[in-house]
C-alpha cells in the first residue's frame, strides 16, 4: 500500500495528450515538491519532473507537471509509442521523515 | 556530469545479510544527499533510506528499520547499504540515487544491484 496514490494503469493513442494522477495528503505532497519519474523494463529509473513542474535538461517539453494542494499531475503531449513505460510520483512524507512513492502508472500507447 | 556505479548482483541465503556499494564519479557526496530506492519483481518503487553526508543525518523507512544500515564513506565518495536478516521478499534490484536536497529529487541514479534472497 502506496502512501501516494496513482492509477494502476492508463491508455491513450499515439499523437493524444495523457494525464497521470497523484494524490497524497498535508503532510507530503501538500508540503513538499513532487517528483516524476520514468522507467522502461530493464532500466534504471529516470527524472522526469522535478520541483513539481520543472523539466531536467533533455526531457522534452511533451511532459509536464503540475500541482494543487495535496495533488500533482504529469501530464504527456504528442504520445510515441516509445513513452509506454511506469511512471512513478515522489516526494518526501514531513510527518514521517521518510521519501514516499506512489504505486506506479503503466502508460500504454495504442 | 556525476555517475554513480554500483557493485554487482549477489545471491544470498535467507536470514543472511549483503551490503551493496555505490561510488560517484565526477563529483564528491557534498552538497546533496543519497537515497536508496528497490524496485521488487511485479512492484513499484520502494524508499529504503537515506543520508545527508553534509548534515550526517539518516533516515529509513520504519518498514526496514533495524534491518538496513546506510553509511558513507567521503574519502572514496562511496555510499553502502547493509541489509540484514534477509528473506524472499527481498529479492530486488537495488537502485542508489543521487538526492537533490530542499526538493528531493532523485536527479542521478545508478545502475541498479540485483538481489536474490533464494535457499
Known amino acids: 500500500q502506496s502512501v501516494l496514490t496513482q492509477p494502476p494503469s492508463v491508455s491513450a493513442a499515439p499523437g493524444q495528450k495523457v494525464t497521470i494522477s497523484c494524490s497524497g495528503s498535508s503532510s507530503n505532497i501538500g508540503k513538499n515538491y513532487v517528483s516524476w519519474y520514468q522507467q522502461f523494463p530493464g532500466t534504471a529509473p529516470k527524472l522526469l519532473i522535478y520541483d513539481n513542474n520543472k523539466r531536467p535538461s533533455g526531457i522534452p517539453d511533451r511532459f509536464s507537471g503540475s500541482k494543487s494542494g495535496t495533488s500533482a499531475t504529469l501530464g504527456i503531449t504528442g504520445l510515441r509509442p516509445g513513452d509506454e513505460a511506469d511512471y512513478y510520483c515522489?516526494?518526501?512524507?514531513?510527518?514521517?521523515?521518510?521519501?514516499?512513492f506512489g504505486g506506479g502508472t503503466k502508460l500504454t500507447v495504442l | 556530469q556525476v555517475q554513480l556505479v554500483q557493485s554487482g548482483a549477489e545471491v544470498k541465503k535467507p536470514g543472511s545479510s549483503v551490503k551493496v556499494s555505490c561510488k560517484a564519479s565526477g563529483d564528491t557526496f557534498n552538497n546533496f544527499g543519497i537515497s536508496w530506492v528497490r524496485r521488487a519483481p511485479g512492484q513499484g518503487l520502494e524508499w529504503l533510506g537515506g543520508?545527508?553526508?553534509?548534515?550526517?543525518?539518516?533516515n529509513y523507512a520504519q518498514k526496514f528499520q533495524g534491518r538496513v544500515t546506510i553509511t558513507t564513506d567521503e574519502s572514496t565518495s562511496t555510499a553502502y547499504m547493509d541489509l540484514s536478516s534477509l528473506r524472499s521478499e527481498d529479492t530486488a534490484i537495488y537502485y542508489c540515487?543521487?538526492?537533490?536536497?530542499?526538493?528531493?529529487?532523485?536527479?542521478?541514479w545508478g545502475q541498479g544491484t540485483t538481489v536474490t534472497v533464494s535457499s
Open positions: 543520508i545527508i553526508p553534509i548534515f550526517a543525518t539518516i
Open positions: 515522489g516526494t518526501w512524507d514531513s510527518s514521517l521523515s521518510v521519501g514516499v
Open positions: 540515487t543521487r538526492v537533490l536536497m530542499v526538493s528531493f529529487a532523485m536527479d542521478v
